[in-house]
């Protein structure tokens, strides 16, 4: 109980959330997913061993390049790599005794104790779009994203049941200079929402600045000792790691903080054109980056990422939603099931330029492969348009109902003798219907799970009421959730403190735009 | 080498087929899908002997009701089962000793023996929408179906590349009367199309002029030695087996025809509002239903279907793509698999009015959920909108599109040498790319899945071609398939006794409209 009290008093949600709880309309957010239904095993036992041996072989032969950083070559050269130049060639099976240290699933704190996220495991933790320097909108068509944008996404975020994780960078505000927007960000995602984030990686100083904010926010003890944080750090396909994002990752790393390390892979450019290919470079990269997470900090939270495109050869174009995507990132989770990690990958990924029937059918194609691949954080699964150069406001919150049939699914099939339903079959009978049987009766609230978006209407009420589209209706949307959005209640002084912290912050530098 | 000389003699197709291949425009068609992926197994084998032992008790206590048809209880009597009034009531275990001779796999063969299928096994063919009312395209809107809507839909068919079978009643011809319907309806898929296709069921004389059709079309002999259509005989769940759907059934089953058994189901009204309970409801309809065509011919080939909506509790209106219907096609597939019975189930289901976002997020959840659930033959596998009422040309071939990617979802991942890539990796190391490498060279081509329709263009140049969504990039691709429609040859001897048959026959009706 002492330490329940302790820790309550250390983070600037609990409190507040309670309070909100007992005040006015009730925002809901549904617990992660855990899941109940097996992962599809694309690969077999001994297709598997293949791609890691040769994941060893490179490593052993190619190596890796961490660029700009004399101490990560420091690391590697103490933990037994040779090192040439900035080319890091491990001895097989160095890396997969670096990352034991790693933990197979983490907790990641919200300032709102029910907001917490468990990553790993049978989990699924679903976060939204990432990294868009252009918002679109039904109204204002395309154009470059501000803070304000940005805020309005944080949000809808909050307000969206299924989305279990307020993310990061949702969109680019471009209106801030560049080495500011990340105070901006922060505070946004820590006062507008009150659930888990993730940190600044464009610099290790700005890593460091999402550090001690959640120190403000969390209280320096509980963001000491906890995980508060689940930051994206990309690898630069094919094998090279930059000194910015490996800056980030070491201040993370050093402050028990998770890192998503992740291959960044457009197939055909930046990893071979084959399958089994892409899964030997992303595999010997993730070793490779892992391990290194753990040299800094053994024990620190790290989730294996791969993030996969495939290219149009046409085009130069990358494409999304595509079986050769599918294929490997249903490889990929089983590669990093047998590493014991957490496996981030999937999202509302599409090419499309609009929120029409191509964006959904390759959002929905990627959705359902990373709930059956075993994903445990899902990045961008709301939100993307436009290969990840536009977060649409329309397809943030059509993608986010689409979130509830993953839940749904994920519970799989309960069989007993109430589900069985045999009371039901014999008091219907042969030519009867169901629908006033007293199973049915019993059980129609939670049977059947329901959009808050989709069209179920008849055609003629659907007609009078103006014949929309799923873009219109999901405008409409926006505007309802962005109208009855309610900001969850924090601790004045913690407020004020972050207020603070970020002026200064901006205060001490001159504006950058580039 | 004396038999396939006869073969291609008495068949209408073959050399006609030859020919075309020697003549301009190629009409590509994919091969029917053979997975070398596992299926999804969502329920274990303690869940599935539970439905199971249900299954039975349902068939042995409550049984099932055959309706105006005594010839049909006389079978079930001489079977050993208890009739009492219309009710037919089961002993354990003597179903499933009836199916045994139910075939697990059969050729359906098409007028071009290049474009016969085999169905069942690890195979998916894929057939489009049938039986609405409706059509919609962009430019009129939604209105009542005419058979040249219809005859449109057979060529758009013909002209689709992923699509393996013409189908059956791809939309209603309203404005031919009812009982003559069906003649036309099986003249444009003789005629117009190449591929198999499915027979009349609306009236046992119908199902009888489509085997009499066929007897020209494949000749005597051959189409009464072997399979030619495959036709859906819906059971009037729960539990009735309507006298128009056995007398239809009785017919296809005699002339070694093959039939879809497939209850139809809207959980909540026509099955239990439970997952498990709709299981157990299906699994017994099934087994009756194929059992009797095994009563009236042992042997005949039969496919155990599964058509699975849930219900809208606000509305009271069907839903398409959710969660349940996933659940039930994935045990029904299991199901399948343990009698041993080719599959069908999923489709371009969605309850859209439109072919917006949220038609493609409701078909593409049933279309990946079809693929990984081992269904052997997929009906509605294209142009299906609005809950089915209506037939979408713009949809048909939006679906048509993505069903290339199921087929190479389907052909798994190779892991060989070559796929490894070992001296891609080598050759291009740290901070190269791919793009020219000899590896990506030697297999750019075929590494890909590409669309032939969704858009991949840099944004500036979709902007200045118009800024197009994909149903006005499918409107385009519907008017270039017209275009460019080939009809696929056909002796004119047999072209003419088509036309007189159906010609004589529809002199010897009056015209009905009910």
Redesign the interface.
Known sequence: MADVAARKRTRGGGGAARRAERTSVQVETAKYIERR??N????DD??LA??ED?AE??LE?????FVNNPAALDRWRAAGASVDGD?VRLPRGLARELIKTAPAQFTQHARNPERSVEIGGKNLVLAPVYGPPFVRDLDGGRRYATIEDFRKFVKLGQMSKWLHHSGGTVCEPTDVPVNKRHLDMLLAHMTLSDKPFMGSVTEPSRAQDSVDMCKILFGEEFATNNTVMTSLINI?S???FDDVMMGALEVYSANMQACIVSPFIV???????????TL??VLAEVLAGVAYTQLVRPGAPVIMGAFVT??????G?P?F????A??ITY?AGQLARRLNLPFRSAGSFC???????????????SL??GL?SGVNFMLHACGWL?GG?VSSFE?FV?DAD?LG??H??AE?????E?????D???E????????GCA??QA???T????SDL??????ET?SEEG?R???ALASARVQKLIDTYQQPPLDPAIHAALNAYVAEKKASMPDAFA
């Not at 599809?40 to 690969?43: A, D, K, M, S, V």
């Not at 495939?310 to 085009?315: A, Q």
């Not at 090419?351 to 194609?365: C, H, V």
């Not at 219907?428 to 629908?435: D, F, K, Q």
């Open positions: 239904i097996p599809f095993e694309i690969l001994a297709a293949m791609i040769h072989q490179v032969e190619i190596g890796v390049s080319r630069n094919p094998l090279t197939g055909g450019a930046m990893a071979p054109v084959s399958v089994a290919g030997v470079q495939s290219i149009d050869m046409n085009s174009a494409t939603g595509t079986p050769e599918s294929q490889g090419g499309s330029k609009l929120p029409d029937a191509q964006a959904a059918y390759e959002t929905a194609n359902n492969m059956l436009e150069l397809k059509m689409q049939t993953l749904k699914m799989g099939v309960t069989v007993d109430d589900t069985l339903a045999m039901a079959i014999r219907v009978g042969p030519g009867g219907h169901y629908l199973h049915t059980n129609f609230k049977a059947f799970w329901r989709l069209d179920y209407k008849p055609y659907w014949a589209d799923t873009v």
